[in-house]
């Protein structure tokens, strides 16, 4: 059903409903809600492409994602690019490592004229200036709350406070978090939670430089530090499954056995950590949930640049042998 034949039933101009449709202020209440009403009814679906021609827009989606190297990235990339071509548009990659990066592929997007962006909700003053300009976005992550904005959150703090108290049943009372990112990062928050609910002291946070990437070497760089130093631990969380790798081999070399010594558990769930040795205990964030939604609340957002959605995602505890 087009809009000229909801107009047509409702006896209202097409002009109305397109305001209806677009929640503009100018139309009332009850005559948006009979709009709204008839078209998800008829299964209405707007005219995606015409809007972006009106808009001086291309169908080319912006995405920028800390670098690929990083497997849970790569992978979610492909799975937006499965979702998002199906849907005729056409995705532009930007890998960054710093907020200079982001700028820099921010501009470059900007002058091909995309039609929408998915990025990381960080960078927020950047962010909300884009949404002045009109700019339809769709967010991953709960780091920051941008009104006005589409957000995919999935729960990084509920993560990291039950995996702490998986590892804490496991009698664990020696916790080390490796490669926290930054201060307020929800999955180190939620461990930080757990551990004080059972009046436990961490054995550490280390942190990683927030332009750092959080690889197997960075792991296996921070754990052997730890250990040079002479400290112990009966387990250890780690930021992701690529840091979690590097942990097992620095322990490895020091004599540690995982699991029989130390427990290590990792977060995000890669396709690698089914595979390591041990296998990988770790969260799984719903890569496949997450695509798609970050896909379908950007093609909202591109409909009716006023729309908002604020999806929230829970992510589970994958057990194996390694905790």
Known sequence: MTQSEIAKKLNLTQAAVSMALNRHPAISEATRNRVLELAGKCGYRPNIAGQMLRRKRTN?????????????????????QDHLEKAGFVLHLSQVRSTEEFMSALD????????????????????????????PMALYGAGHDLPGICQVSPDHYAAGFEMTEYLISRNCRRILFAGRRFEQEARCAGFLAACSKHGITPEGIISLDPCEPATPEAGWSIMNKFLDSGNTCDAVFAHNDELALGVIRAAREHGIRVPEDMLVSGFDNITLSEYLSPPLTTVEQPKEQIAKALAEELIKSIADNSYAGKVNIACRIVKRVSA
């Open 60 to 80: 080319i989606i912006g995405v920028i994602l800390p670098m690929l190297t990083n497997s849970y990235f790569a992978e979610l990339f492909l799975l937006l």
């Open 108 to 135: 470059s997007l900007r002058r091909i004229n995309i039609g929408g962006l998915i990025t990381l909700a960080e960078n927020t003053d950047i962010l909300m200036e884009l949404k002045e300009s009109g700019l």
